[in-house]
């Protein structure tokens, strides 16, 4: 990609506070940006070969919106968790095992996007995030749930295409979690804690392809409970 494509790129951004330049084969990040580190909202490095996050990114004060999904990214810089106003954070599709210490400093942070990595479990920082709206952590090597996700904000989590096969039951505890995806694990359903039936706050639990048959969840106590939550749920989007 030629400087003067670049520069053209920053104009426009240094205008719109947005900058998106995808599938372009970058292999780091532009240190141009630096030069807009005050105005820029939105930042879209999709589709590129990025394989480093520079420390920079903490600089970004007004960011509002990052996507590095399809990257080759291993791992985040601890500046990233400067990020005050970021609601919006994309990283599907990367190589990144665990999350900045910090994490939980991101106060903002609503959606956060981790499908497609190699992390191995639910990471706790999660669990300071108090405005977190959704969770994608689907299709990565997590085989547990533990107990510290009784904390979790989120009114969706979804854990599709792990390989689950514990659950803890304090994911019952959390206050607004509405959706539960546990498409595609390796639950028992022995291992399925009855309280996300009987006790919780989930109104759709998906958990197709697991080591069990739906008729059966159908069968266990607290199975009625759930489908008024569902019912009533249906009832108020249709």
């Known amino acids: 990609m030629g400087n003067s494509a670049l520069k053209a790129h920053l104009e426009t951004a240094q205008k719109t506070g947005v900058f998106q330049l995808t599938g372009k084969g970058l292999s780091e990040f532009p240190e141009d940006?630096?030069?807009?580190?005050?105005?820029?909202?939105?930042?879209?490095?999709?589709?590129?070969?990025?394989?480093?996050?520079?420390?920079?990114?903490?600089?970004?004060?007004v960011l509002k919106s990052?996507?590095?999904?399809?990257?080759?990214?291993?791992?985040?810089?601890?500046?990233?968790?400067?990020?005050?106003r970021l609601d919006t954070l994309h990283l599907n599709g990367n190589h990144l095992r665990q999350l900045p210490a910090g994490f939980g400093q991101?106060?903002?942070?609503?959606?956060?996007?981790?499908?497609?990595?190699?992390?191995?479990?639910?990471?706790t920082q999660l669990c300071s995030l108090r405005h977190l709206d959704v969770?994608?952590?689907?299709?990565?090597?997590?085989?547990?749930?533990?107990?510290?996700?009784?904390?979790l904000q989120a009114?969706?989590?979804?854990?599709?295409q792990n390989q689950i096969s514990q659950i803890s039951v304090q994911i019952s505890h959390c206050?607004?979690?509405?959706?539960?995806?546990?498409?595609?694990?390796?639950?028992?359903?022995?291992?399925?804690p009855q309280s996300i039936l009987s006790d919780s706050q989930i109104s759709l639990l998906a958990v197709e392809g697991n080591l069990f048959e739906?008729?059966?969840?159908?069968?266990?106590?607290?199975?009625?409970?759930?489908?008024?939550?569902?019912?009533?749920?249906?009832?108020?989007?249709a």
Not at 106 to 123: D, E, F, I, M, Y
Not at 155 to 160: A, F, H, K, Q, S
Not at 175 to 192: D, I
């Open 33 to 61: 940006l630096q030069k807009l580190a005050s105005n820029l909202r939105t930042i879209d490095l999709s589709s590129n070969k990025i394989e480093i996050l520079t420390p920079v990114i903490g600089k970004f004060s």
């Open 66 to 84: 990052l996507s590095l999904n399809n990257n080759k990214l291993t791992a985040l810089p601890e500046e990233l968790c400067k990020l005050k």
């Open 106 to 123: 991101l106060s903002a942070l609503k959606t956060l996007s981790l499908s497609g990595n190699q992390l191995r479990t639910v990471p």
């Open 135 to 151: 969770v994608d952590l689907s299709k990565n090597q997590i085989q547990s749930v533990p107990d510290a996700v009784g904390e």
């Open 155 to 160: 009114i969706e989590l979804n854990l599709n």
């Open 175 to 192: 206050p607004r979690l509405k959706v539960l995806r546990l498409e595609e694990n390796c639950l028992e359903l022995s291992m399925l």
């Open 214 to 237: 739906i008729k059966k969840l159908r069968e266990l106590e607290g199975y009625d409970k759930y489908m008024e939550r569902f019912t009533a749920t249906k009832k108020k989007f």
